[in-house]
């Protein structure tokens, strides 16, 4: 299986910046669409931004302007770089996956575990 493993989440102060990376492990065939999601408390899940294969980016309109999603298909590592963040921004965040296992023949969807991002003063 494809095994989705996020990092770089944690305390920063509004307007501050955060890059979080998530890294895709496993018998990996190809990988589509990498995105990244975010859960606040209260609120349900929400896509942020996501990012295909060849490089096509799509972003929630609340951070458009302030973050950045790209990735690493040598190392099949996604990332969201996160500035000027707001509390507002504060939420678990999710890296989700569009890919394929060498024994499947078919895409499947994969997600990672979650990584904390506060944004607190």
């Known amino acids: 299986q494809v095994r989705l493993v996020e990092s770089g989440g944690g305390l920063v102060q509004p307007g501050g910046s955060l890059r979080l990376s998530c890294a895709a492990s496993g018998s990996i065939f190809s990988i589509n669409t990498m995105s990244w999601y975010r859960q606040a408390p209260g609120k349900e899940r929400e896509l942020v931004a996501d990012?295909?294969?060849?490089?096509?980016?799509n972003y929630a309109d609340s951070v458009k302007g302030r973050f950045t999603i790209s990735r690493d298909n040598a190392k099949n590592t996604v990332y969201l770089q996160m500035n000027s963040l707001k509390p507002e921004d504060t939420a678990i965040y999710y890296c989700?996956?569009?890919?394929?296992?060498?024994?499947?023949?078919?895409?499947?969807?994969?997600w990672g575990q979650g990584t904390q991002v506060t944004v607190s003063s």
């Open positions: 990012i295909t294969s060849g490089g096509s980016t």
């Open positions: 989700h996956a569009d890919a394929r296992a060498r024994i499947l023949s078919a895409y499947a969807d994969y």
